[in-house]
């Protein structure tokens, strides 16, 4: 019995894996329970009528209309069966109109009656792509504000700076510092000065968010935010705008000499970037003007 075509097509019947055999020209051979029903499930064109269809040519013709991965799936079979490589592995995006999925691919090949053949299954790994997404995003976000770190700030920047390089297009990067935060909290206590940032924070998203710009967590009281794509006059007049908002959220800070509300100082640096300059020199020219709006008394911006 435990040898039987029948006590073995239950078992591959009761994997959740989709699996399914093919020939070395491609030809479905054979397809478990799971595969059917996820294809009856996700309305694919081969279902019940799976036999004399060919796996590589419904994969070249998912190629064809843009899918990048069935492209990938292609080659890797082909690079089996030529036997170029002893298995290949894939892992693919496969998202339905509701859920986030995706899926790894495996093909390898066995021979028997003188001829080879090739499994391909599909085992789901969404699981593990949502907590490997999860652990991406808590390592790219500052603890306290959830705004981005100086660590995704960099990568932004350096992929933010390329862009524009390549459209010929200005990029602005502002260093922000918050005024006398050392008396705020003196005066208040570390947890309200943590409250502060965190509204600052949120006030930052509001004016970032094109998928060009970014607001970041610089360190301590001091955040940054970049504009591709934009010109000074444009980031000046969003700068006017922010340095009053972050007045109007009326953060008490008695003591400063500069207003009984929390305010703050800002370098703006705008760039056309081309062989001769980069990210770096934008940075230190924004902090040089953030030294200047200080010594200029604060709460105000300079460029
Ligand atoms: N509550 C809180 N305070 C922080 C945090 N990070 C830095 N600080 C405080 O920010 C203050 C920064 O002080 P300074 O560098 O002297 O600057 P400042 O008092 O803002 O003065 P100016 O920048 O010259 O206007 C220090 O008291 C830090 O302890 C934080 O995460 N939470």
Redesign the pocket.
């Known amino acids: 019995m435990e040898n039987s075509y029948e006590f073995l097509s239950l078992v591959l019947d009761s994997i959740t894996e989709h699996i399914v055999a093919i020939d070395e020209t491609g030809d479905i051979q054979f397809v478990n329970k799971s595969w059917l029903a996820f294809g009856n499930k996700n309305a694919c064109l081969i279902g019940e009528n799976w036999s004399g269809v060919n796996y590589i040519t419904e994969c070249e013709k998912a190629s064809a209309l843009g899918d990048e991965f069935a492209s990938h799936a292609v080659t890797g079979i082909l690079s089996v069966i030529h036997k170029r490589k002893n298995s290949f592995y894939l892992e693919y995006p496969c998202h339905s109109p509701d859920e986030k999925r995706w899926f790894m691919m495996r093909v390898s090949p066995f021979r028997t009656h003188g001829r080879n053949y090739f499994v391909i299954s599909h085992q789901n790994i969404t699981e593990r792509k949502l907590a490997e997404e999860e652990v991406e995003k808590l390592a790219s976000l500052d603890g306290?504000t959830q705004i981005a770190n100086r660590r995704a700030f960099d990568d932004f920047l350096k992929e933010e700076w390329l862009r524009c390089f390549r459209l010929k297009k200005t990029i602005c990067l502002a260093i922000l510092?918050?005024?006398?935060?050392?008396?705020?909290?003196?005066d208040y206590g570390?947890?309200?000065?943590?409250q502060?940032?965190i509204k600052v924070a949120e006030l930052l998203k509001e004016f970032t968010k094109r998928p060009s710009d970014i607001c970041a967590r610089y360190?301590?009281?001091e955040f940054v935010l970049v504009w591709g794509n934009l010109s000074i006059e444009q980031a000046s007049r969003l700068l006017q705008k922010l340095l009053k908002k972050i007045q109007d959220l009326k953060i008490s800070n008695k003591n400063s000499p500069v207003n009984q509300y929390l305010t703050a100082?800002i370098g703006l640096a705008v760039m056309l970037p081309n062989i001769e300059n980069d990210e770096f020199l934008l940075t230190n020219n924004a902090d040089k003007m953030l030294y200047k709006a200080?010594r200029a008394g604060?709460n105000r911006f300079e460029s």
């Open positions: 306290l510092d918050l005024d006398h935060f050392k008396l705020l909290n003196d570390h947890q309200y000065g943590d502060c940032l360190g301590g009281e100082s200080k604060r």
